[in-house]
């Protein structure tokens, strides 16, 4: 049971690494992301370590900086936070839950992957078609768009950003980053016109088969647990839940 624990948690660690903030601040073993307000995981209190503070007065103080930057105050709660009666003192206080989402892990040793010229592409760095074609699939803002230029710009780890096109259109994008013998994935999407035609799969396929090239052989994803499709794809591919996690976030 340690052992799986200690797994769990490097994995969580991993995927605050594969997915990084602009700014964090560290707080009593809780660390606080700040990205301009672009998606959760980069703007919320992530209480990963250990706590020894008065709850109430942290939780307060978390409002304040988050106030300051003009955002809602998140918390991601995991099965590891700290302290374990968190989630509740949080509902107490009026936080509502949202989102929950499983992280899956599964082996890529013996994973099909598509033909050579089958339409999937791969660069080690950010480009601007890949970048375009998340925009466009997600619907950014310019705001959101360059946000997220600077969240992905100049990364230590080795990533790879992939992008499966029909002829010369992009049709899905997403991104594998690599740490510690395993291949996260992030942002895999399709063009909403596209949907149904196997791209998102093949574009899986081809990164986690960039990442097995690179002699990893393990990966891990976050999916919120009420997306049927997206579930339903990773559950084809081997992928196995390890823990749960939600957020909190004031009514």
Not at 39 to 45: E, G, H, L
Not at 71 to 77: A, C, E, G, R
Request: glycine residues 10%; contains cysteine.
């Amino acid at each position: 049971m340690e052992d799986r624990e200690r797994s769990d948690k490097r994995i969580e660690e991993m995927s605050l690494n594969g997915w990084p903030a602009l700014k964090t601040v560290l707080y009593d073993g809780w660390l606080l992301r700040f990205a301009d307000g672009y998606t959760k995981r980069s703007n919320s209190v992530q209480p990963i370590y250990g706590y020894s503070g008065n709850l109430d007065e942290q939780i307060n103080r978390c409002e304040e900086l988050y106030r300051a930057q003009g955002q809602p105050t998140v918390f991601k709660i995991t099965p590891f936070a700290e302290p374990a009666h968190l989630d509740a003192r949080l509902e107490e206080l009026g936080y509502e839950r949202i989102d929950q989402t499983q992280v899956k892990t599964a082996s890529i040793i013996d994973l099909p992957v598509p033909r050579q010229g089958d339409g999937f592409h791969c660069w080690p760095e950010l480009t601007d078609e890949w970048l375009d074609a998340i925009a466009r699939f997600q619907g950014l803002s310019d705001s959101q768009k360059e946000t997220t230029r600077r969240m992905l710009a100049g990364h230590p780890l080795r990533r790879a950003f992939g992008l499966y096109k029909r002829g010369e259109v992009p049709v899905a994008a997403g991104l594998v980053v690599l740490e510690d013998g395993y291949a996260g994935l992030y942002d895999i999407v399709t063009d909403a016109t596209e949907r149904g035609r196997g791209y998102g799969e093949r574009l899986t396929r081809g990164l986690l088969g960039w990442a097995r090239g690179q002699g990893v052989r393990m990966s891990y994803l976050l999916v919120v647990k009420n997306n049927t499709a997206a579930n339903r794809l990773y559950d084809k591919l081997g992928f196995m839940t390890r823990y749960d996690y939600w957020y909190r976030v004031k009514k």
